[in-house]
């Protein structure tokens, strides 16, 4: 069964550094998304992106975060300069279309990021 | 801005009986969805069951089914004869229609137990 994947699985990084986080979304897929989820919070939406373009993204997602499709099949989350308070675990997510089956969302199994 | 309640953050209940999973919500549109979302230990979320808030037939997927009360803004998870690969956390969430926005919005999530 497709499913999406996420690499790291686990990143440690020392405050100030820049991360890449990676996704492969299911290949058929044409919507992408980050959501974040620090320990014992809730998951938070963090950006949509279609059409190689943002299309939403939450106020946590300031001029820190970028992502960006780079080759057609991975999905990529920057965060420039991490702090702290970016530890979390990072889910990325996809879906084929907005309606009906297509709506549904597979998440990926997600990349915890500690920072250091 | 819409938020997703989740009050109870334990539940166990023996293999084969029933259980079911509270979800209360806050919005002032008329039009959206609401999912549950199985998070077992592998972390990958997984999509348990949808509703759709114009539908008022509740929704159901074989042991697992809902009680979506819109006046009350609830969505309870019933799960009957429990087993032992439903223990997992699990998440409701809601997604509006407005302004095209497809993020969700999650509740704290509720971890099961299943006892043998």
């Known amino acids: 069964e497709p499913e999406v994947t996420q690499t790291p699985s686990h990143q440690v990084t020392q405050m100030g550094q820049e991360v890449i986080l990676r996704c492969v979304p299911i290949?058929?897929?044409?919507?992408f998304y980050w959501y974040r989820q620090i320990l014992g919070q809730k998951v938070e939406f963090l950006v949509s992106f279609y059409n190689n373009e943002i299309s939403e993204k939450s106020e946590i997602f300031d001029d820190q975060f970028s992502v960006e499709r780079p080759d057609g099949s991975n999905f990529t989350l920057k965060i420039r300069s991490t702090k702290l308070e970016d530890s979390a675990m990072y889910f990325c997510a996809s879906k084929a279309g907005r309606t009906g089956a297509a709506g549904e969302l597979f998440f990926g199994e997600g990349s915890r990021l500690t920072v250091l | 801005a819409q938020t997703v309640t989740q009050s109870q953050p334990e539940m166990s209940v023996q293999e084969a009986e029933t259980v079911t999973l509270s979800c209360t919500y806050d919005t002032s549109e008329s039009d959206y969805y609401l999912f549950w979302y199985k998070q077992p230990p592998s972390r990958q979320m997984i999509l348990v069951i949808r509703q759709e808030a114009y539908k008022q037939q509740n929704a159901t997927e074989n042991r697992f089914s809902v009680n979506f009360q819109k006046a009350a803004k609830s969505f309870s998870l019933k799960i009957s004869d429990s087993q032992l690969g439903d223990a997992a956390m699990y998440f409701c969430a809601y997604r509006g229609t407005q302004g095209g926005s497809e993020k969700l919005v999650f509740g704290k999530g509720m971890k099961l137990t299943v006892n043998p």
């Open positions: 290949s058929n897929h044409l919507y």
